[in-house]
């Protein structure tokens, strides 16, 4: 509660203090007429260039990812500095006379770059996000393309502004209403988010659209050239820097679990998961796994058993990298499950089974908030399904399981056969084969358990190897001595 309650303060604070300092700047004899246009022209332009490079980064970061919201987030920034590279480059005086593109342009900004954000706020669920994400590798080049065209249009029409009205009573009022209130609603969704998950970007977003909404308001509401004016550039300037920041700390700023996990995975089928796996990832992994001493390990081993199965059908590429990262958070929702429950040495109760069984759906609730595609999602929510339609959450049968979480059940189900856990010891190999043999058309798709056995006779070394790495045969080893 007062982590929150600091939050909640940080963030108030970050947003008052700009606008004191406006208010405090504005009409006064400190807010004197600093008119710069060739620092204007030259900072702005080379600034927001930077920027829209650094936002472009990111996109492509995205689809390597796999996430949409990172792509929406780069839409957004994107926007945000191709608009205000246009508004540098249109300072009257320079390339160019005519004085409406500036403004209008530097309102257009916001104007867009809101509107991408509350669309990365927006549940992976939802029908709209769903049909984007399925454009996610053509999003960022269609919009640019798109952007640039735009551009140029104002450019060599600049009276085209005019029909815009956005300098003008009650367009810039209208369009003020319409970016706080998208903000607002982005601002809510990702500190809810943060509260839940405590990942940076959340945070970041949250600040990053304070900023905007604080500019919004010096922008339509200073005066030109006057010191205060000067200060939404600069709130622009950190709305960037901060998510750029955020994108960094969560996806690239991981070394101490890097090196673990290297450890842990050594030969090339690991190496893999490391190459599929961002820090975000691995966060929710190692904090699922510290709730449970059992499962030391089994996210990472099911995910490795997946990918082999997956190569085994001849899945394509996409869909390894989909069922890699499935695999290594298809239990997170076990965070919401009481340690009493979760590491019960007895049987469970009928209530007790019925929150057990609840997981899937609450892992799936987290992570389509937290930008994870469909594919994923689909092994989160339904790796629990059985071919017989007597599987949780939603009693799906045969084909209308989707197929990753087909393969990821077997694997599932053999690495916590093959685990020791808190009600039971681990199984041999050969007890854990014969059982999903005997699961075949009940439990298991034939097709995948077809897969699994011919892996099985293929690659026997991969498995013997894999249990060897594993937490509880190391451990079982040691008391052996």
């Known amino acids: 509660m007062r982590k929150n309650t600091g939050v ?42 930077l920027s829209l ?33 246009l508004h540098g480059l249109s300072t009257p005086g320079f390339l160019m006379h005519h004085s409406g593109i500036a403004g209008s342009a530097a309102q257009l900004s916001i104007m867009l770059a809101v509107v991408w954000l509350w669309l990365s706020s927006l549940s992976m669920d939802q029908p709209l996000i769903k049909w984007l994400a399925e454009w996610q590798r053509l999003l960022l080049p269609i919009w640019t393309i798109a952007l640039l065209a735009f ?34 609603w982005t601002i809510n969704r990702y500190l809810m988010t ?27 509401s200073s005066q030109k050239w006057h010191v205060s004016w000067w200060l939404y550039h600069f709130l622009l300037l950190a709305s960037v820097i901060v998510m750029v920041t955020g994108i960094v700390n969560q996806y690239f700023i991981s070394k101490s679990i890097t090196a673990s996990i290297k ?11 490391n190459s599929y796996m961002s820090s975000s990832v691995r966060e929710l992994v190692m904090t699922t796994e510290a709730r449970d001493s059992y499962t030391a390990g089994h996210n990472y081993r099911v ?3 997946a990918l082999k199965l997956g190569e085994e059908l001849s899945l394509t590429a996409a869909d390894l990298r989909a069922i890699a990262q499935g695999g290594l958070v298809h239990d997170v929702g076990k965070l919401r499950i009481p340690d009493t429950i979760l590491n019960k040495p007895g049987k469970l109760t009928p209530d007790e089974r019925e929150i057990i069984e609840m997981h899937p759906l609450s892992g799936y609730d987290l992570c389509k908030r937290l930008g994870f595609m469909p594919e994923e999602l689909s092994v989160i929510r339904s790796h629990h399904e059985k071919w017989d339609g007597s599987g949780y959450p939603d009693q799906l049968a ?32 050969e007890a854990a084969m014969e059982i999903i043999v005997k699961e075949s058309g009940r439990h298991f798709d034939p097709l995948c358990v077809q897969a699994w056995v011919r892996l099985v006779s293929e ?23």
């Open 8 to 49: 909640f303060a940080r963030l108030v604070i970050s947003m008052l203090l700009p606008l004191v300092v406006y208010f405090a700047l504005r009409d006064t004899e400190l807010d004197k007429s600093i008119i710069a246009p060739h620092e204007h022209f030259y900072i702005v332009s080379l600034v927001s260039a």
């Open 398 to 429: 045969g084909e209308q399981i989707p197929l990753l979480a087909r393969v990821t059940a077997v694997a599932d189900v053999y690495d916590a056969l093959t685990s020791s856990r808190s009600y039971r010891k681990a199984m041999s190999h």
């Open 194 to 220: 943060y509260i839940s998950s405590r990942f940076p970007l959340q945070l970041a977003i949250v600040y990053s659209s304070g900023w905007m909404i604080i500019a919004q308001i010096i922008m339509v």
């Open 263 to 273: 450890l842990m995975f050594r030969s090339n089928p690991r190496d893999w998961i």
């Open 303 to 305: 995910a490795l058993y």
């Open 151 to 184: 551009c140029t249009v104002l450019w060599f029409y600049p009276n085209l502004t005019q029909f815009l009205h956005l300098l003008q009573l009650p367009m810039k009022w209208i369009a003020s209403i319409f970016i706080i209130g998208l903000n607002a």
């Open 53 to 85: 490079a650094l936002a472009i980064a990111v996109g492509f970061v995205a689809i390597s990812l796999r996430n949409i919201k990172i792509s929406f987030l780069s839409l957004s920034y994107v926007s945000l500095s191709a608009m205000f590279v």
């Open 459 to 481: 690659q026997p070394g991969f498995f013997e190897e894999t249990l060897r790495h594993s937490p509880q045969f190391k451990l079982e080893r040691k008391l052996a001595r």
